[in-house]
């Protein structure tokens, strides 16, 4: 078994569900692993208005997901019956195109090297769209440069939001314990929001040392934020926002580092 990892100390933040394959990969190539979700995933306050959607979604021209979380959220309602056949079916990232296949779903299109609205407007299929219908599954709030773009362009947008994000209501003192034992040499981040909680669930007594470990985010705009938050640790965006892709940033890390 592979130890390309020997030393690395990784505060993993994802919310539980999605940690733990990715921690045992971590570990199985010799890094030091600790899970601390700093995000929960929870049913909306609404769920009344995204079934109601869901029951007319052959009406629609084009479903976008914006995450995983946005996928099994909807399938789990949808129930094992296939996506009406006329629906182009778009996922932000490969990691949500991974579990749309994964639950039987096909995805139609997806970008492939960058993860982000940004990079799933610029494909073709969404240049032209005027009076096409598109529903948007994501969770209660987020950006809006996707579905305003979309409008612009001519589509008719609906959002059904069938998640929402929560601060999970832990206390963070088996995590204090850990870094004054063994401290990060890297911490994992998925979104702004995931920075901000840490920073939020940590406080005064555990910010210290997060303000020069080394980031590995998802995206230019977390690298930014982290920037913008005087944050002094590397900011490594990851190539691609999978488990595999995250090992190969980490991987690339430590060879540096070995250097």
């Known amino acids: 078994m592979s130890e390309v990892l020997d030393g690395l100390r990784v505060l993993v933040t994802r ?22 979700p700093v995000i ?23 479903a976008i997901f914006i995450s995983a979380n946005s996928v099994i959220r909807t399938l789990e309602w949808w129930g094992n019956q296939p996506p ?24 139609h299109i ?18 032209e769209l005027t009076g096409k219908k ?9 950006r809006e440069v996707l579905a305003q773009t979309l409008v612009q362009r001519g589509a008719v947008v609906t959002y059904a939001e069938v998640y929402r994000r929560a601060k999970p209501s832990i206390k963070n ?14 911490t994992l981040l998925t979104s702004n929001e995931s920075l901000q909680n840490l920073v939020d669930l940590l406080g005064p007594k555990g910010r210290s040392w997060l303000l020069s470990t080394d980031l590995v985010v998802f995206s230019e705009r977390t690298a930014a934020f ?26 690339s890390l430590c060879s540096k580092n070995n250097a």
């Open 15 to 36: 919310p539980a569900h999605q940690s733990k394959t990715l921690c045992q990969l971590l570990e199985q190539h010799g890094a030091s692993v600790f899970s601390f």
């Open 40 to 62: 929960e995933i929870v049913e909306p306050e609404d769920t009344k208005t995204p079934r109601a959607i869901l029951s007319q979604l052959e009406s629609f021209d084009f």
């Open 84 to 107: 009406p056949p006329t629906l182009a079916i778009a996922a932000v990232g490969q990691g949500t195109a991974r579990t749309l296949t994964r639950l039987g779903w096909p995805v």
């Open 110 to 127: 997806a970008p492939k090297e960058r993860f982000d609205s940004e990079a799933l407007l610029a494909l073709p299929d969404f240049c």
């Open 134 to 142: 598109v529903v948007i599954f994501r969770g209660v709030g987020g």
């Open 173 to 186: 003192t088996l995590l204090l314990d850990w870094v004054q034992v063994d401290r990060p040499t890297v």
């Open 226 to 251: 982290a920037k913008k938050s005087n944050l002094r640790g590397k900011v490594h965006v990851v190539r691609q926002a999978s488990d595999q892709g995250i090992l190969e940033t980490l991987v």
